[in-house]
């Protein structure tokens, strides 16, 4: 089902003259989870992104299983979520972000609005608590600022956006 504001997102937006375009994709949206493209699929566009993410352990959360561990549906439901139905090995971009399918095109990315009506999610504390939760090894519970720093993917490409800007 739409949102109200996901309605008037359409609404503004077929006024720019992508009604077919997002007609046809709310009928899919709202119903399935959009396709996986991958990490190296956000890499080109998202390099600093991609560098960070490559060297945190959400990259190498599956490796950190034994071949026998990765077989075990009680350890990949965090370790490697996505692997069942995406084919998408550890903790990826869309793992947090949402499949990238209709988001990725640069057009749509650049236009925050229609990125998120089209399968962008914003990932925040209560995402990450779906696996930073008691049943990690973690000793201490999870503290949200410490750790969102501890991930940082953004803040190299915010200072180039800001850079290109002046
Ligand atoms: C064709 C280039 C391109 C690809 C591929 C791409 N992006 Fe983007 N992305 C952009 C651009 C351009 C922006 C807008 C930022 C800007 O204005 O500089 C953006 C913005 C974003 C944002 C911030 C959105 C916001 O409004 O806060 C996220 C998150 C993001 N991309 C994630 C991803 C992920 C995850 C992937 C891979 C599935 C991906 N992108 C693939 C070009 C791309
Ligand atoms: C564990 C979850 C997680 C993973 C994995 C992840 N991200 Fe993010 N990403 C976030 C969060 C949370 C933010 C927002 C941080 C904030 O604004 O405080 C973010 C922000 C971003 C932004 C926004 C930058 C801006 O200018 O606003 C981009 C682009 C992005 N991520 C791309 C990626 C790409 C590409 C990958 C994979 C190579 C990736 N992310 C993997 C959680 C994740
Ligand atoms: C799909 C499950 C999942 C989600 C969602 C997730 N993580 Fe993780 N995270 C993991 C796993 C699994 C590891 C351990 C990786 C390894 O094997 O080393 C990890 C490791 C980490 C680490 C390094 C170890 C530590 O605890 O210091 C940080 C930091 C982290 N995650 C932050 C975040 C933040 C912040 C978010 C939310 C924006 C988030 N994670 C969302 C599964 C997840
Ligand atoms: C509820 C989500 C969740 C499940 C289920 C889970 N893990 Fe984890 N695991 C995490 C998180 C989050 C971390 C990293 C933060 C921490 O230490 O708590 C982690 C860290 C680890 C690490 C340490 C990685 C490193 O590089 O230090 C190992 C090893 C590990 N888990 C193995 C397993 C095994 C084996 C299973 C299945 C029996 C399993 N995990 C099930 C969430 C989970």
Redesign the pocket.
């Known amino acids: 089902m739409l949102r109200a504001s996901a309605v008037a997102g359409i609404f503004r937006l077929a006024l720019k003259g992508r009604v077919l375009f997002l007609l046809a994709l709310s009928g899919a949206g709202a119903a399935f989870a959009h396709d996986f493209l991958g990490?190296e699929s956000?890499?080109s566009c998202?390099p600093d992104?991609?560098a960070a993410?490559q060297a945190s352990g959400?990259a190498r959360a599956k490796q950190s299983l034994s071949a026998l561990q990765q077989r075990d549906l009680r350890c990949v439901s965090c370790h490697s979520p996505n692997e069942a139905e995406q084919r998408q090995a550890g903790?990826?971009?869309e793992?947090?972000?949402g499949g990238g399918q209709y988001y990725s095109p640069r057009y749509v990315m650049k236009d925050p609005e229609l990125a998120r009506l089209v399968g962008l999610t914003d990932?925040?504390e209560k995402q990450?608590l779906t696996c930073h939760d008691a049943s990690s090894p973690s000793l201490k519970p999870f503290d949200f600022k410490t750790k969102?720093k501890a991930?940082d993917?953004?803040s190299a490409?915010?200072a180039k956006?800001a850079e290109k800007k002046k």
């Open positions: 990490p956000c890499a998202h992104a991609y993410w959400h903790v990826s971009c793992t947090c972000h990932p925040g990450c969102l991930i993917h953004w490409e915010r956006r």
